[in-house]
């Protein structure tokens, strides 16, 4: 994007531009003219950064390339920041899973990143025009926005981290509750293996005095079988936590 023919800049502003590029954000001033080079939000699919001029002339008088006139547009243009700081704000309050939380970062670092240099660009322009208050008062609320958006991006990462961490725990547990289980299948093979295998190898057809009870008998022993082997069902899939209640105070 280049600057508009009919500004009269200074060649001292003019001649620190390229033929292709507006370049980073920055403040130039020069012979009482002021000219900001800002970047509009960045996206995620974007590969070069937008370039939007404002200029101040030695009258105090505003003039931009973005849509609207005067001082107003450069608020616009930090409102478009408060805006997307709002949606980031929305949507971390709405994630719930590891791709939510990186989607945030992946179109919040860029913006956080544009704030940082909006800030430094406005400091700039304070530093090079000391009597102008409404450049004061945007530099400090470009400051808020750089701050905001740090913390928010800062906030994102702790609540990654968090998730990740807990995701971790939850397959450790479920890691150990496997191997609890496995154990006691162990256990209940090693006690009934050998049962098993003289009874493969002599048979069972010995005479217990049972024989001749009558058919409750038989029904009880059914039923007393089914007991016995859920209750062996349920201490084999007990959880490590069901043995031992830890409470964790917030």
Known sequence: MKLPANWQLPDAIRTRFGEKR???????????????????????DMDEREAVFFWRNPKGEWES???????????????TFEQAEERFDAALRK????EDYFQILQDLGPVS????????TLQSAREAVHDDRD???????????Q??????????RAALDFYMARK???QIRLGMQSIQS????????AIFFPITAIAGIFGMNLRSGLEDLPIVAFWMIFLGGLILGFMTRGWVSMRPHDEKTVVVKK
Do not use: C, W
Not at 24 to 42: E, F
Not at 66 to 77: E, I, K, S, V, Y
Not at 182 to 188: G, M, P, V, Y
């Open 135 to 145: 450049i004061i008062d945007l530099r400090d609320q470009a400051y808020d926005l």
């Open 168 to 170: 971790s725990e939850e």
């Open 95 to 98: 994630a719930s899973n590891a």
């Open 113 to 120: 990143h544009a704030a940082k240099n909006l800030h430094a």
């Open 22 to 44: 507006a370049g980073k954000q920055r403040a130039m001033a020069a012979d009482g003219h002021l000219l900001l080079v800002l970047h509009k939000i960045p996206t995620r």
């Open 147 to 156: 701050r905001t958006l740090e913390l928010l991006y800062t906030d994102t």
């Open 65 to 79: 390339t973005a849509r609207g006139q005067g001082l107003f547009t450069l608020r616009q243009h930090l409102e």
């Open 182 to 189: 496995e154990n006691r299948l162990n256990i209940l093979a």
